[in-house]
Nanobody, 116 residues
Framework: QVQLVESGGGLVQPGGSLRLSCAASGSLFRFYDMAWYRQGPGKQRELVAGITSGGRTSYANSVEGRFTISRDNAKNTVYLQMNSLKFEDTAVYYC??????????WGQGTQVTVSS
């Protein structure tokens, strides 16, 4: 029902920065709890950062202090600002909309590659 489209991925050198965007469809975005997940090669999908409808944020220990999740409700968009990128940040990054009444929604993902 809710469509999520990620953008902003690409190739970046260690220590560099990228900003990912996730655009959501619909008129109820301001009520959604949103999150970013990632899945590296040969690894399980993991939660990277989350943001509630009220703006409360949370982060995985591995990205705390380097990544920032934010949202712009007027634009139906959630962002992930990634700084001081490391090789181990290489993954496909997925946008996720949490739901307590049905299965959550996933975007198609955007590739982030950190390489020298």
């Amino acid at each position: 029902q809710v469509q999520l489209v990620e953008s902003g991925g690409g190739l970046v050198q260690p220590g560099g920065s990228l900003r990912l965007s996730c655009a959501a469809s619909g008129s109820l975005f301001r009520f959604y709890d949103m999150a970013w997940y990632r899945q590296g090669p040969g690894k399980q999908r993991e939660l990277v950062a989350g943001i509630t409808s009220g703006g409360r944020t949370s982060y995985a220990n591995s990205v705390e202090g380097r990544f920032t999740i934010s949202r712009d409700n007027a634009k139906n968009t959630v962002y992930l600002q990634m700084n001081s990128l490391k090789f181990e940040d290489t993954a496909v990054y997925y946008c996720y909309k949490r739901s307590t009444t049905q299965t959550g929604s996933w975007g198609q993902g955007t590739q982030v590659t950190v390489s020298s």
